[in-house]
């Protein structure tokens, strides 16, 4: 029989029981180390032959200031603070506390000067300055003095894998403490490599800085390196692939922290490594948030929130960082059951089952959705269920309809009936001059927007992106999968283009334009430069440790549906910035009502009854610069 677990309440007792006595004997240590340090004062002060008048003042002033320093102590929260982790601020305060304690004692000795009858009780001034010197290197030395032991002890040891940091800055110098504390991490570094002219040949940290990024190569070979860790996130994609280049030719390792999307969605912590991936070598500089964590929470803390494709790509990313917000409840509507289970399980890991509400729903079919409305009466509305694969839809344009258009349509009905806040819908860049039936059914679904903010209470505004890197059916995915098999790696057309951004960076825009829309607006990323796709498939080739000898790359041609370039806005569109850094509005061309009321009205009968041919002719008629595809050859293989 295993051993009966001892009950959980006793456990914490004696914990509690612990630390109460760690407490207590740190409390203590402070009174006797300034106890010492007020007699250490009168001895040296007066070379070790204290006046009989003195003496008695040193009698009456230990016990007063040995209490006082352990008082000031607990009021700047010293006892408070874990000291295995102590920084700059942390030593400051602890300065504060010494300082204030003199300061009183300067300040009683000053008043008593003014009284001729007390004068026998004036402290010298060496005393008070002796007192503090002592008192602080005492009781801060107990504290640093063994965790500066063990750290010299570490550094002692030559093992582990020689590593570069690239970088000098807070990053790198946060690595180099982790690395330092954790033996067990196994990284010996070597120094650090930084750009910056100024740190050249410094010390930082106990490490030197060796050269700049340029000289990677001779500084890896001059002390036998075997790993370069990039310490920030915020270096340019062109540098980074610059560097992993030179690594790869050297056969080092790279790694490089997370970014601060990364962190935003508890993904990893900060002190975190990975490999570098190919989000990293996007072609425009990673874009951070312009509000924080805390402004986001003072929008939506104690909020009924509602995300529709909850267990999708964008829909799960958007769930994860909405719960770091505080909502009252977070609604996760999906209608596919393995999705929805595998969110809801990841959300339940971090022990917020009470705010976390499972729906397992379709948006199209409009009695469940209603009951969901009427159960939850959600506040605030984030629409991330659609179809979006291209081709696909394609083969079953009355799904991309019916999904895309009529379930958007009839979610912004009961929204408006039940007094929703805010309603923020996810468009994409195909609903610019749309080639595609999924990207004519966005650009309905952004007019539908537009249409029912102009006489509600609801804030409506849609949110238009390009790619998305590492969602389910992406290219990134298609590469990597196919890289695996050994290739073909292929690609459409040698000069295709796409926008991309990735999957936390998305989700945030999103979060972020839920606090800004009202009038059905459509927000637009500053995304940067397009990125070839051809040039994405041979740095993901590079990236896996492979060249195009090993991997080839086939070019197979354009698919039914799809552009050679994306578009984020049409020639018509007004485009001006908002508060927010890197998000522009985007006014579209409102569409005649009466218009797409009649097509609406056109499309419900061809979706009823599945005409391909009649979806698409609606989707003509409606004036959106679609165009009907020609007929396309069958594709074998």
């Not at 509000?291 to 986001?296: G, P, T």
């Amino acid at each position: 029989m295993s051993p009966t677990p001892k009950p959980t309440g006793s456990h914490n007792a004696i914990t509690q029981r612990r630390r109460i006595q760690a407490s207590f004997a740190v409390v203590m240590l402070d009174f006797v180390i300034a106890a010492l340090a007020v007699a250490a004062a009168y001895l040296i002060r007066f070379e070790g032959a204290i006046p009989y008048k003195f003496y008695r003042q040193m009698l009456l002033l230990v016990p007063i200031m040995a209490g006082a320093r352990v008082a000031m102590n607990a009021a700047f929260g010293i006892y408070r603070m874990v000291w295995r982790y102590i920084g700059l601020r942390e030593t400051l305060r602890f300065v504060e506390s010494v300082m204030v304690g003199s300061a009183a004692l300067l300040l009683c000795r000053l008043l008593l000067f003014s009284h001729s009858h007390s004068k026998y009780l004036l402290i010298p001034f060496g005393i008070i300055v002796i007192e503090g010197t002592f008192s602080f290197v005492g009781m801060a030395g107990t504290r640093f003095l063994p965790r500066i032991l063990a750290e010299r002890a570490t550094q002692k040891r030559p093992v582990g894998t020689a590593t570069l940091l690239v970088g000098a800055g807070r990053g790198a110098i946060a690595i180099a403490k982790e690395a330092f504390r954790h033996p067990d991490l196994e990284l010996r570094l070597v120094g650090f490599l930084d750009d910056d002219l100024a740190k050249a040949g410094r010390e930082i940290h106990g490490l030197p800085v060796l050269g700049t990024l340029q000289q990677i190569e001779r500084v890896a070979e001059e002390n036998r390196v075997a790993q370069l860790i990039i310490t920030s996130a915020e270096i340019p994609p062109k540098k980074i692939l610059s560097i992993m280049d030179t690594a790869r030719a050297l056969n080092l390792t790279v790694r490089i922290v997370p970014g601060l999307f990364e962190i935003l969605g508890s993904k990893q912590s900060a002190s975190a490594l990975r490999e570098v991936r190919i989000e990293d070598l996007l072609s425009r500089d990673p874009i951070p948030p312009s509000l924080s964590i805390e402004d986001l929470t003072a929008s939506y803390e104690g909020k009924r929130v509602l995300v529709t494709g909850a267990g999708g790509s964008i829909g799960s990313e958007l769930s994860r960082q909405l719960v770091l917000m505080k909502p009252a409840k977070l609604l996760l509507l999906e209608r596919d059951e393995t999705n929805l289970f595998e969110i809801n399980r990841e959300l339940r890991k971090r022990r917020i089952e009470d705010v976390c509400v499972p729906v397992l729903v379709d948006i199209t079919n409009s009695k469940d959705l209603e009951s969901v409305f009427k159960t939850y009466k959600p506040d605030v509305v984030f629409h991330a269920a659609a179809y979006k694969h291209v081709p696909m839809m394609e083969h079953f344009p009355w799904q991309a309809v019916r999904n895309n258009v009529f379930g958007t349509k009839r979610l912004i009905e009961l929204s408006i009936e039940h007094g929703v806040e805010s309603f923020v819908m996810i468009s994409t860049d195909k609903a610019v001059n749309p080639t595609s039936v999924m990207g004519a059914t966005k650009r309905i679904a952004e007019q539908v927007v537009q249409m029912s903010a102009r006489d509600s209470e609801t804030r409506f505004s849609c949110v238009r992106f390009g790619n998305v890197l590492g969602s389910r059916g992406s290219v990134v995915g298609i590469f990597r999968e196919q890289i695996e098999k050994g290739g073909p790696v292929t690609v459409t057309h040698p000069e295709a283009t796409r926008y991309f951004m990735t999957i936390p960076e998305a989700a945030n825009l999103v979060i972020q334009a839920g606090t800004l829309g009202a009038e059905g607006e459509v927000f637009l990323l500053d995304m940067g430069e397009p990125v070839r796709i051809l040039d994405l498939a041979r740095q993901m080739i590079q990236l896996s440790g492979f060249t195009e000898a090993d991997i080839p790359i086939q070019i197979v041609g354009s698919r039914p549906g799809e552009k050679l370039f994306e578009e984020l806005r049409t020639d018509a569109e007004d485009i001006s910035k908002t508060k927010l850094r890197k998000i522009f509005h985007c006014k579209p061309v409102c569409l005649d009502e009466g218009l797409v009321g009649r097509i609406l009205e056109r499309l419900d009968f061809v979706v009823r009854s599945k005409d391909s041919d009649g979806v698409r002719n609606c989707l003509r008629d409606l004036e959106i610069g679609y165009k009907q595809p020609e007929p396309a050859a069958p594709r074998t293989g």
